[in-house]
């Protein structure tokens, strides 16, 4: 057996559970003493080049600004116990475990006086009185602790593992009364949630932030219990920075009802993550945001409704063909439209103009030559309206060039006049 205690100095911005889910990327076999880490790696310190190589990985891969500690021992009390010794500037004896200092061992920190007066100063000393004595005169915690130590007992831990959705839970420092001092505390749960997103190799798509309102009523009004947000990325994401502009624009807009004293943060919707392929090539190292993250980032900021895509609808009307979606709905939903034909303008009108005749040859800076056609559409005859069923031609114009017009078909439902309906619907360029 072989153990590594891990120790932050000053104590770390993240939790003691999100440290350990960075933890098990070394080993499964990860649980929490006290204020140590454990990591019992003998199984697996081969996979990383052998312990000199994995304590430098540790150190790199610090999760936090805090400096991390690390000690080294054969059982996980010897670690812990050079852990505090390394804490306090003190260099560990030579002889482990009997010479280490009796206040390095948690278990026999309730009797530090009464074995001070029976000379007892070290885990050697104590260990080496009457087995049956010590049991009497102490509780059995300290006995089995020593048996521990000496590799006399195994040691039993409650590993720590992942949960299958993120969610933690934060009481505020002070009461939050503004979207800043939430967003500031929120941070902290950011970077929890950045550490499951990895070890779980899943990307968000959908987050929610509630807090709790410390006041049941206020100006006579009853107030909910919480109030929350939900945070929605087009793709699956492990880019806390854009996470976090989304979520600060998203409580600029949301007026707190109470000051807040607690926050929560769970994963609404998340995605197995595929990490992006990087290139060498200048022209692939590209610099800014990237669009989707400004369309989510602007939809946030301006409201939903405001920011706007064009969509294909499977339409063959070609006024029915697009639409104009908010740009995150869009992204979610999109039908497959039909194929246009090759032939069809690049400009359409907004709306069909109505065109004059000249007898029975219809007007549009001059009387319109036909080329082409008759393309024929029917369309439309699921709707409550008037179905569309027309011949398409494309046209020429003395004064506009080609255009793309259309004549309602006869077997159009019966209208008043006899005389069939021209109208231009596109113009080429």
Known sequence: MHWIALRWQPEAELSREALGWWALQFTPRVAWLDEGLLLEVSACERLWGGRLSLMRQISASNPSEARVQQAQGATSLIAL????????????PADVPAALPLDT??????????????????WGEVAALPRGGLARRF????????????????????????????????????????????????????????VWLRARQRGAVALELQWTLDLKRFNGVDLPPHQAIIVRTAQPTQDMAHLRRLMSEKLALTQLAAPASWLRLRTVETSPWAAASTSFLPEDSRKGDKLHELVERLSARLGAPQVV??????????????????????????????????????????????????????????????????????????????????DYYIAESPGAGLVWIYRERASAPLRSDVLPRWYLQGLYA
Not at 81 to 92: I, S, V, W, Y
Not at 106 to 120: E, F
Not at 314 to 338: G, I, N, V, Y
Request: proline share 11%.
């Open 81 to 92: 116990a050079r852990l505090r010794l390394f804490a306090r500037g003190q260099k560990p």
């Open 105 to 122: 061992l948690s278990a026999a920190q309730p009797h530090l006086d009464v074995l001070a007066r029976l000379g007892c100063q070290t």
């Open 139 to 194: 509780d059995t915690v300290l006995r089995e602790a020593l048996d521990i130590a000496w590799g006399q007992r195994p040691d039993q831990y409650k590993w720590l593992t992942l949960p299958d959705v993120f969610e933690q839970k934060l009481e505020l420092p002070a009461l939050a009364e503004t979207a800043p001092e939430l967003m500031w505390s929120a941070n902290r749960l950011l970077s929890a949630l950045q």
């Open 309 to 390: 895509v064009p969509v294909r609808r499977a339409d063959h009307r070609p006024e029915a063909m697009q639409e104009w979606q908010p740009a995150l709905a869009a992204k979610r939903s999109a039908p497959t439209p039909p194929q246009p034909d090759a032939l069809y303008p690049p400009w359409l009108l907004r709306e069909p103009l109505r065109l004059e005749m000249d007898g029975e040859r219809p007007c549009y800076q001059g009387r319109l030559r036909r080329l082409t056609g008759p393309h024929q559409v029917a369309a439309g005859w699921w709707n409550s309206g008037e179905p569309a069923v027309r």
